[in-house]
């Protein structure tokens, strides 16, 4: 009887706790399972916006290639394109790609507005520090392509060591085209001494610096 009577008590007991918690703990395990689902849902859309995102890349690359367009229609085509990547895949690299692409093809157009544009949006939605320098470097030289050189020379600075050789090579450019060829001379200086050790990377900066009269090897 005993034993009866304690499995009666326990019974009881579970049937009490679980009249106390059952709900909640049914509600913890819903609660879970959405998150768990709907994780997998937004994983499996990323996919697919990114495949379809790819796809429409895929699409301008073809097109801005191809030689059976002529400039004008290419043009419109290429910016079509460019612009709905934009507006419908903003969250994915592909329309920072298409942003930077048309900005190429704008610059050879000598639209140096319209390119620079597309580059400050590219730099608004991005927050790989690579593609910000990259971007920014192509942006000074557009300025300076406008005659813009104080604002192009005030872009850089920047922010890690990997990056100021290159930014440096571009002040040297932008400083021989105003004019300011000790200016120009000091920043190529400055760039080659930084890559001293990357011989692949020294050709044509030290191209540059002969054409001002300075001999590479003497640096």
């Given at each position: 009887?005993?034993?009866?009577?304690?499995?009666?008590?326990?019974?009881a007991?579970?049937?009490?706790?679980?009249?106390?918690?059952?709900?909640?703990?049914?509600?913890?395990?819903?609660?879970a399972?959405?998150?768990?689902?709907?994780?997998?849902?937004?994983?499996?859309?990323v996919?697919?916006?990114?495949?379809?995102?790819?796809?429409?890349?895929?699409?301008?690359?073809?097109?801005?290639?191809?030689?059976?367009?002529?400039?004008?229609?290419?043009?419109?085509?290429?910016?079509?394109?460019?612009?709905?990547?934009?507006?419908?895949?903003?969250?994915?690299?592909?329309?920072?790609?298409?942003?930077?692409?048309?900005?190429?093809?704008?610059?050879?157009?000598?639209?140096?507005?319209g390119?620079?544009?597309?580059?400050n949006w590219?730099?608004?939605?991005?927050?790989?520090?690579?593609?910000?320098?990259i971007?920014?470097?192509?942006?000074?030289?557009?300025?300076?392509?406008?005659?813009?050189?104080?604002?192009?020379?005030?872009?850089?600075?920047?922010?890690?060591?990997?990056?100021?050789?290159?930014?440096?090579?571009?002040?040297?450019?932008i400083k021989?085209?105003?004019?300011?060829?000790?200016?120009?001379?000091e920043?190529?200086?400055?760039?080659?001494?930084?890559?001293?050790?990357e011989?692949?990377?020294?050709p044509?900066?030290?191209?540059?610096?002969?054409?001002?009269?300075?001999?590479?090897?003497?640096?």
């Amino acid at each position: 009887m005993d034993n009866l009577s304690t499995e009666d008590e326990q019974l009881a007991a579970l049937k009490k706790w679980w009249s106390d918690n059952g709900n909640s703990l049914l509600m913890g395990i819903g609660a879970a399972l959405v998150i768990v689902f709907g994780w997998k849902a937004y994983q499996n859309n990323v996919i697919q916006e990114k495949t379809a995102a790819s796809l429409q890349y895929q699409q301008l690359v073809t097109v801005a290639t191809q030689n059976d367009f002529d400039s004008e229609d290419e043009a419109e085509t290429v910016s079509y394109l460019a612009e709905q990547l934009k507006d419908e895949f903003e969250g994915t690299e592909y329309a920072l790609y298409a942003a930077m692409f048309m900005a190429k093809d704008l610059v050879e157009d000598k639209n140096y507005e319209g390119a620079a544009e597309q580059l400050n949006w590219v730099l608004s939605k991005t927050e790989d520090v690579r593609l910000q320098h990259i971007v920014t470097a192509r942006l000074a030289r557009i300025l300076s392509a406008q005659e813009k050189h104080d604002d192009a020379l005030a872009l850089l600075k920047p922010s890690e060591e990997a990056f100021k050789a290159s930014y440096l090579e571009i002040e040297g450019d932008i400083k021989k085209r105003q004019g300011d060829i000790p200016g120009a001379i000091e920043a190529y200086k400055n760039a080659f001494e930084l890559i001293k050790e990357e011989p692949q990377a020294q050709p044509l900066l030290a191209v540059k610096l002969s054409d001002l009269g300075i001999d590479p090897k003497t640096l």
